[in-house]
Nanobody
Framework: QVQLVESGGGLVQAGGSLRLSCAAS????????MGWFRQAPGKEQEFVAG????????DYADSVKGRFTISRDNAKNTVYLQMNSLKPEDTAVYYC??????????????????WGQGTQVTVSS
């Protein structure tokens, strides 16, 4: 049974930082590309960041480039999202997801097969 469990969300002031973690089990983690998505109230789910299975390349949404960093530790079956210089518009539920495609990082929701339950990030102004 595949499980992706996010943690690290919370309430932070604008300009602050948070680090999200996603612990995976029930799958061969090193054989999946991983992604972070988010969904704000009343909006569609959107791609935030992705990382290839080896960690050799990453990709980001334009809205978070230069502020967020995705990384992974295959020995710990965990993917991270370091979020700096947070803005109120970053407020959303953040989800991690796995993609069995091992090529370039993909950005569409339907490309990803397993999903976590999400963690709330709230940025106050």
């Amino acid at each position: 049974q595949v499980q992706l469990v996010e943690s690290g969300g919370g309430l932070v002031q604008a300009g602050g930082s948070l680090r999200l973690s996603c612990a995976a089990s029930g799958l061969t983690f090193s054989r999946y590309n991983m992604g972070w998505f988010r969904q704000a109230p009343g909006k569609e789910q959107e791609f935030v960041a992705g990382i290839r299975w080896s960690g050799s390349s990453t990709d980001y949404a334009d809205s978070v480039k230069g502020r967020f960093t995705i990384s992974r530790d295959n020995a710990k079956n965990t993917v991270y999202l370091q979020m700096n210089s947070l803005k109120p518009e970053d407020t959303a539920v953040y989800y991690c997801a796995s993609d069995r495609w091992l090529g370039i990082v993909r950005k569409r929701v339907h490309d990803y097969d397993y999903w976590g339950q999400g963690t709330q990030v709230t940025v106050s102004s």
